[in-house]
């Protein structure tokens, strides 16, 4: 996936060559055939990497001879630039910019795997002790919910901290090592800054492989972070700070970050407990306090690089900058130092973000123009921007939102010539221009005004628009949204963004003096927030403003790109160029969504079962031979903010839109909390309950009231029938199956005891076969089921309660006399007394917190298959 974004950015960035002659304007960007060059090296390594399994010495000696080769490659080459051709020094350049690519994504990489703390990491946790230095100021994950939910303990932040290790424990002793790690604090610990030597205590190892199909592997962004393993910790107690010395680079890290941590909290302290997270998120880089709802908002609203900082954020204080130096009479060179010590410190204030290098550098390099009053190329400085960001860490060349920064950059230049004036080609067209200039002399000023006005705000609403289209293939593709809404939304907003920034800085600035001077800015950036929230929320809820969607194929994903560069270079008119752009643009997108929605079908005849891993929890996705798709429990451990992350990308890679029905065993959160988002982004056609489940007094459910009553879904008890000898009256209700299917648990009055004792039993019997799905079932509700006929042996078991020690499984196991037996669970159930207990009767165990998803179908004979994920797919 990374090789292939990386792919669409460079192809975006060959958009930059396009009217006039072609060749000469390419002649006049060296700097970009040099950046994509550097990015198709990165590439090759990605794709096709040195041999890993070499010994270090090796590489390391592979890697000193490379680099000898390429240098003694350069200087040569260098010699030819000087008296050489374009075409030659367009090949010189591509054998020189290539291996060199390849050289820096290779080292990297090689680093990393060969870290001295690698050796000491497991798969599992262990528990350790370690000591090191604070590489980074801390950051917040915002895990608070919208909604006032009782008997959850744990603490609504988690604190984030990326630290290099000196020291490891190794059984009584310590060791000294080498690495970094990302520790990860169960609470608020935002008293560590860059510099400070700690121990902390806690669990190591390393970080998690993908547990579903469609899930984001996060192994590459850390491995491109240079952090080789997480550590988590329990409570900040569990960190000491240590006395140690501090170097002057890290001192002056310090320095910043207390000042950041000092601006924040005049943000948040000024600002109202709604607006304050979205200000210290677009003032100073922090996106720490956002929760997950305002996140989600964002993205289908396309505002997230509006309420984040990014270049636009430093182009607006650029320029306040340069009006505040213009008014002090600053001659011109003195205000350009000091607009470039304003880029670096508040790049460094922001954390280093690559959108807010990228526009540092594009405004050092036009500064550096003026100073030496020479002609600026955009795309020569864009391509600048982006060797910059390749040198201080390749991994940017496959990172999603640098594509989508110079993706966007590069459509506001190719777009900027209409947008500035319509272009005059013929003495005709000039002759007509100074006629309508004329005419308008003797028109009402008024109007003539609002006319300009309204061709202004046309072409800015046609930009937002170019922007949007270009960027979508990129944005369904990673994120699984398509919002057309964002091209008014943006506009609308943007005014906004400017008032909020400027005012979240004066925020700071006064509070720094004075505390009473910072409430009248304070107050207005938090109106401005706020009703910039309200028209986001607003347009959320407008129909077809965003959509959805499985995400199309790569390689339809990259012929998109490649055919929009293509037609840049076709010799064809202008209008020709822009209607086939548009052609494309028409036949792309309706061929991507019937690409999107096809998936992956269900053999003929087969009855699917998908056991998604999500920790402690229960999801199962259940495809039927009809193709219809329904789901049992939706839920995990721990998910407060009521998201159906990790659900929902399964469910998209497998083409799925639309649910039949959820059905949900009891009022468990860890079975239905994700039943909100899930609502939010599938069409769902009814919810089916097990009897007054959703009328119980419990604080959980009141946001899976709230989202049923919203989307306005149909809601269906069901019950076990004596009189109908077990068969649920499915069929009276309107729900069918084309497999048989029965509910055996719960009664319609409930049994004595908790929700568990209650848990909807889904008994499922195709090609002879049975799949059984209890829930949560424990005694005496354990005793009802297995008092009922015995299903035929050989079947499909689900262990109840994610195969708890405590629950009386040995019942169930000998009832069901099953073939195979699934645990949904977390850590507790990768116990091996769990596997133990369970195969006692024979049964094969497949535990999701060791295999990852795991899937079972059954053929129309009866043959039954399973399958594990384990990271590496089906």
């Not at 109202?272 to 305002?294: C, E, F, W």
């Not at 594009?362 to 982006?386: C, D, E, H, K, Y």
């Not at 005891?753 to 008994?763: E, F, I, P, Q, T």
């Not at 133990?836 to 053929?859: D, F, K, P, Y």
Request: contains cysteine; aromatic residues 8%; proline residues 6%.
């Amino acid at each position: 996936m990374d090789a292939l974004s990386g792919a669409q950015n460079s192809c975006s960035w060959v958009i930059a060559a396009w009217s006039g002659s072609r060749r000469s304007k390419i002649n006049r960007q060296p700097m970009l055939l040099i950046s994509l060059a550097t990015i198709f090296g990165i590439l090759l390594d990605t794709c096709y990497p040195l041999d890993q399994q070499a010994s270090f010495r090796t590489t390391s000696w592979l890697r000193l001879t490379l680099g000898y080769v390429w240098w003694v490659s350069v200087a040569l080459c260098l010699l030819l630039l000087i008296r050489a051709r374009p075409s030659v020094r367009r090949i010189v350049a591509v054998l020189i910019f290539v291996p060199l690519g390849g050289w820096l994504h290779h080292h990297q990489t090689d680093l990393h795997q060969h870290c001295p703390l690698g050796k000491y990491l497991r798969l599992t946790e262990q528990p350790t002790v370690i000591r090191g230095i604070v590489d980074r100021p801390p950051s917040l994950c915002n895990r608070k919910s919208q909604h006032v939910i009782s008997g959850h303990h744990r603490s609504p932040w988690q604190t984030q901290i990326e630290v290099r290790v000196t020291e490891l424990r190794v059984g009584q002793f310590f060791r000294p090592s080498d690495g970094r790690v990302l520790i990860m604090i169960e609470g608020k610990c935002t008293d560590l800054l860059p510099g400070d030597t700690i121990e902390a205590y806690g669990d190591l190892c390393r970080f998690d492989t993908p547990g579903n199909p469609g899930q984001r592997d996060l192994r590459p962004l850390y491995r491109y972070r240079n952090l080789q393993a997480r550590f988590r910790v329990t409570d900040p107690r569990q960190i000491i700070r240590t006395p140690g010395t501090l170097s002057w680079r890290k001192a002056i890290h310090r320095w910043i970050a207390s000042f950041a941590a000092r601006g924040r909290d005049e943000l948040l302290q000024h600002t109202s407990n709604d607006s304050g997270p979205l200000a210290v998120a677009m003032v100073l880089g922090q996106r720490d306090y956002i929760d997950h709802a305002t996140s989600d908002l964002l993205l289908v609203t396309g505002t997230a690089h509006l309420l984040s900082v990014s270049g636009m954020h430093l182009a607006i204080l650029v320029v306040l900058a340069n009006f505040l130096a213009t008014l002090a009479r600053l001659p011109i060179r003195l205000r350009i130092i000091c607009i470039l010590l304003f880029c670096l410190f508040y790049t460094s204030l922001t954390g280093g973000r690559p959108p807010v290098i990228r526009a540092a550098v594009l405004v050092g390099i036009f500064l550096l123009s003026v100073w030496l009053r020479r002609m600026n190329q955009p795309i020569n400085t864009l391509s600048v921007a982006a060797l910059v960001l390749i040198f201080l860490n390749p991994g940017n060349a496959l990172n999603v939102g640098v594509h989508l920064s110079f993706l966007a950059v590069l459509t506001l230049i190719v777009c900027a010539r209409r947008v500035a004036s319509e272009p005059v080609s013929h003495e005709g067209d000039a002759k007509q221009k100074r006629l309508d200039d004329l005419i308008d002399t003797g028109r009402n000023r008024l109007r003539v005004s609002a006319e300009k006005l309204m061709g202004k705000i046309y072409r800015v609403f046609w930009l937002s628009g170019c922007v949007t289209t270009v960027c979508m293939p990129l944005v369904w593709y990673h994120f699984h949204v398509v919002s057309p809404i964002s091209v008014v939304v943006n506009l609308l907003l943007a005014p906004c963004l400017l008032v909020a920034l400027v005012s979240g800085l004066l925020v700071i600035a006064s509070g720094l003096i004075h505390d009473s001077l910072a409430i009248i800015p304070g107050w207005i950036c938090s109106r401005t927030l706020e009703w910039m929230q309200g028209v986001m929320s607003v347009a959320a809820d407008i129909p077809l403003g965003h959509v959805w969607l499985p995400a199309p194929p790569g390689y339809w994903v990259t012929t998109f790109y490649v055919l929009l560069v293509a037609t840049f270079f076709i010799p064809w008119n202008d209008n020709w160029h822009r209607h086939g752009r548009h052609i494309w643009i028409a036949i792309w997108i309706p061929v991507a969504y019937l690409l999107a929605i096809h998936g992956r079908p269900v053999p003929e005849g087969t009855l699917e079962a998908t056991f998604l891993d999500v920790g402690h929890g229960t999801c199962v996705v259940l495809r039927m031979p009809s193709n219809e798709v329904w789901m049992y429990d939706c839920g995990r451990l721990g998910n407060e903010s009521y998201s159906s992350a990790g659900i929902d990308r399964a469910l998209w890679s497998m083409g799925i839109t639309r649910l039949e029905g959820i059905i949900l065993s009891h009022a468990d959160a860890d079975h239905f909390n994700a039943l909100p988002g899930i609502l939010k982004r599938f069409q769902v056609r009814c919810v089916i309950t097990p009897p007054g489940m959703l009328s119980e007094p419990e604080s959980a459910l009141l946001p899976i009231q709230k989202s049923i009553r919203h989307y306005g879904i149909d809601v269906r008890e069901v019950h076990h029938d004596h009189d109908r000898h077990g068969i649920a009256s499915l069929e009276s209700l309107g729900v069918t199956f084309p497999a048989s299917v029965e509910v055996l648990h719960p009664l319609l009055n409930r049994v004595p005891g908790s929700d568990n004792a209650n848990s909807l039993v889904l008994h499922l019997r195709w090609g002879g076969r049975s799949m059984i799905l209890p829930g949560d079932l424990e005694p005496p509700g354990t005793a009802m089921v297995v008092n009922l006929p015995r299903p035929k042996a050989g079947g499909i078991l689900m262990a109840p309660h994610h195969g708890s020690l405590r629950m009386d499984a040995a019942s169930v196991l000998e009832w069901a006399r099953p073939q195979e037996t699934i645990v949904s669970g977390g850590a507790r159930a990768s116990k091996p007394e769990v596997q133990e207990m369970l195969s006692v009767h024979g049964s094969e165990v497949h535990v999701t917190a060791n295999a990852g998803a795991i899937r079972v179908q059954i053929g129309k004979q009866g043959k039954v298959r399973v399958q594990e994920w384990n990271c590496a797919g089906w």
